[in-house]
């Protein structure tokens, strides 16, 4: 068992920042880690993931925007968020994948405003 819990979300104005966290309870040294988000009556979608070696990816809509990163003495993971939107505003969850399978943290909400 895994269990991860999120931070760091909150009420944020456009073009504004904020960083979100996620600390699991066991060590992340030998897992990928994703972000993803869903907004309400949307299918939830992927926005970054960083592997176990330390490489980086991100969709499209938060490339240049966001920065997923990981420190893996601390076991947490986290999404630096830049220059944010309106439509950024969704409830975002935190993915660990292990070779023994994966794990969801109940997620944190984030609501950008205009």
């Known amino acids: 068992q895994v269990q991860l819990v999120e931070s760091g979300g909150g009420l944020v104005q456009a073009g504004g920042s904020l960083r979100l966290s996620c600390a699991a309870s066991r060590r992340l040294l030998s897992a990928n880690m994703a972000w993803y988000r869903q907004a309400p009556g949307q299918q939830r979608e992927w926005v970054a993931i960083?592997?176990?070696?330390?490489?980086?990816d991100y969709a499209d809509s938060v490339k240049g925007r966001f920065t997923i990163s990981r420190d893996n003495a601390k076991n947490t993971v986290y999404l630096q968020m830049n220059s944010l939107k309106p439509e950024d505003t969704a409830v975002y969850y935190c993915?660990?994948?292990?070779?023994?399978?994966?794990?969801w943290g109940q997620g944190t909400q984030v609501t950008v405003s205009s």
């Open positions: 993915k660990a994948i292990y070779r023994s399978g994966n794990y």
């Open positions: 960083i592997t176990s070696a330390g490489t980086t």
